[in-house]
């Protein structure tokens, strides 16, 4: 879980209300088309980042609004 935490990339950055990270285990390493299909997602407030078989995600307005 420590390794978790230290790798989100949002974790240390100034101004992130930390109850807005949300972490996603995938079982195994997501294929290229499948984050194509995942960056369609992206909006201007919510953003992900894709480290391995997590996938990390800012939800500023909350994970309800997502």
């Known amino acids: 879980?420590?390794?978790?935490?230290?790798?989100?990339?949002?974790?240390?950055?100034?101004?992130?209300?930390?109850?807005?990270?949300?972490?996603?285990?995938l079982s195994g390493s997501p294929t290229k088309?499948?984050?194509g299909k995942l960056a369609t997602l992206n909006s201007q407030s919510d953003q992900f980042r894709v480290r391995g078989r997590e996938i990390y995600l800012h939800c500023p307005d909350g994970y309800g609004r997502s």
């Open 1 to 25: 879980m420590k390794k978790m935490v230290s790798n989100n990339p949002s974790s240390n950055q100034k101004g992130i209300d930390s109850s807005k990270l949300h972490v996603t285990f």
């Open 33 to 35: 088309a499948a984050l």
